[in-house]
């Protein structure tokens, strides 16, 4: 089998179950923003400074390919075998955050990207989750997606600030605080 199939050269592709759409559609969008979301996650299990985190990352992955299949699909083809997510995964995330949480320092101040590579990285990964969050959110609107699929993403951008935190507390470097400006004059 081929790669190419060619039948999205007019801008259209199939959702499982057949039927097809434009690529610029809500829900197409949806699904290929967890599929970038997808290669990020993916860019921050290779950071040597997540080598003992590879197997939940990868769990996360499993999980977005879990809901991007959710969003691919016809709802009747979602009554068929579909793999699902389940309120321990978003559990999972939490009992991470806690983790995490009991080993940085307190947050007293908003934090910008950046101050190494593999935090950046994490950084767009988070803002790539919150993106996704909002494309399902705006597809919720006029169709139907489970609400857990929400209250993951929403979970996960939370995990992956959290993850950053404890990368740049891993790697030695300080985290780069906002001071915002204050202009005196008006």
């Keep these: 089998m081929k790669i190419y199939t060619k039948t999205g050269d007019k801008g259209t592709t199939s959702l499982i179950g057949g039927t097809r759409l434009s690529k610029a559609h809500v829900r197409i969008d949806a699904y290929g923003t967890i599929d970038e979301l997808n290669s990020y996650i993916g860019m921050l299990r290779d950071q040597p400074v997540n080598e003992g985190r590879k197997d939940l990352l990868k769990e996360i992955q499993d999980r977005l390919f879990t809901i991007g299949s959710h969003l691919a699909s016809e709802s009747d083809q979602k009554k068929k075998i579909l793999p699902d997510l389940h309120d321990e995964d978003i559990v999972l995330l939490e009992k991470e955050m806690d983790l995490i949480d009991a080993k940085v320092p307190p947050l007293r101040a908003f934090i910008l990207p950046g101050g190494h590579a593999s935090v950046s990285f994490g950084h767009i990964a988070r803002t790539v989750c919150r993106r996704a969050e909002r494309a399902v959110i705006h597809l ?7 609400p857990i699929v929400v209250r993951y993403l929403n979970r996960l951008s939370d995990y992956l600030f959290m993850l950053c935190r404890a990368m740049t ?8 605080t906002w001071q915002p400006r204050v202009s005196r004059e008006k």
Aim: hydrophobic share 25%; net charge negative.
């Design 169 to 176: 507390h891993e790697l030695g470097i300080e985290e780069i």
């Design 140 to 146: 919720q609107q006029g169709e139907e997606v489970e």
